[in-house]
Each structure stands twice: as structure tokens, then as C-alpha cells.
């Protein structure tokens, strides 16, 4: 089946899977650390903010390898979009835009309203759905999997009422 953008043929799941499970591996056996994209960002915070949170030990001791974790994701997203057709930025929020029509600073808020929501439930849930999702699940704890069961089904609802009652 071809991706929704660019009609191109995605890579088949299990090799993205593969390299998924080769790197959480690797990560824990090397250096017995965990999977997750919300340390990165707290490493990244804590290179501009000078607070006693963000230079605590668990997060400064992870800089070696974060940090060009993080610089690999923007990377990768990026060669992905080039590679993949090109890359332009763009205002359109797709159904969203037809239904509501809100303008580029509307479209601005609206993205940092729901990219302070994220970082929120990020901190609530101890964790983001990569580090849950991934490596806790993995592990089989208790937590990760109660989390990810949370994520899902609040991404189901807020799916379904978006297209069924919000953008009908």
C-alpha cells in the first residue's frame, strides 16, 4: 500500500521494527540505558535553563548519547522528507483548515497549545509513548503498559471525535 503522502512504497514494518529493537537492545546491553524521547528533550532544556531539575543526574550522565540521538531523529525526518519527494512548509492543517479556517497565528497557538499538552502528559504519565511504548512495553512492566493502553484509547476517542462529530 502506498504512504498517503507522495504515493511512495513504504518500507516494510518489520524492518523498521528490526532497527527499532536493534538499537533498545543495544542501548540497554552497551550502556544500560532506556529508549525515550522525552529525556532527550529534557537534555535539550537543560542546556538552555538553569534550574535544579534539569541538572539532576539522571539527565545530565545521558548527554553523550541524547544528544545525537535528538540531532539523528531532526536528521532523519528530514533526509525522509527530501528523499521522499521534497520538503516545503506549510500552513494547511488539511480537514481541520475546511472546517475551522483559523488563521497562521491561530494555526501557531493552537500547535503550542497542544505541544505544551504533549510535554504535560509527558511528565504525568512518567514518560512519552516511544519510552513507554517501546521499551517499557518490551519489559513488560506494569506501568508502561497501563500508559500505553491510556494513549491509545484517548487517540481512538479524540480520533473518532474529531472525525465524526467535530469535522463531520
Known amino acids: 500500500m502506498p ?75 528530514f533526509l525522509s522528507a527530501v528523499l521522499g519527494g521534497g520538503w516545503s512548509p506549510t500552513w494547511a492543517l488539511g480537514m481541520w483548515d475546511q472546517a475551522v479556517g483559523l488563521g497562521h497565528g491561530a494555526v501557531l497557538a493552537w500547535m503550542f497549545a497542544g505541544g505544551v499538552l504533549t510535554g504535560f502528559g509527558t511528565r504525568l504519565a512518567n514518560g512519552c509513548t516511544s519510552g513507554h511504548g517501546i521499551f517499557g512495553n518490551s519489559n513488560f512492566e506494569w506501568p508502561s503498559l497501563l500508559a500505553s493502553a491510556s494513549f491509545m484509547a484517548a487517540g481512538i476517542v479524540t480520533t473518532q471525535l474529531l472525525y465524526r462529530v467535530i469535522l463531520r
Open 3 to 77: 504512504l498517503i503522502l507522495h504515493g511512495l512504497t513504504p518500507i516494510h514494518w518489520a524492518a523498521a521494527g528490526a532497527v527499532i529493537a536493534f538499537v533498545t537492545l543495544t542501548l540497554l546491553l552497551l550502556a544500560n540505558r532506556r529508549l525515550g524521547v522525552s529525556s532527550g528533550l529534557e537534555d535539550i532544556c537543560s542546556v538552555v535553563l538553569d534550574t535544579a531539575y534539569f541538572r539532576r543526574g539522571a539527565i545530565t550522565s545521558g548527554r553523550v548519547w541524547r544528544f545525537p540521538f535528538m540531532a539523528g531523529l531532526l536528521l532523519g525526518g
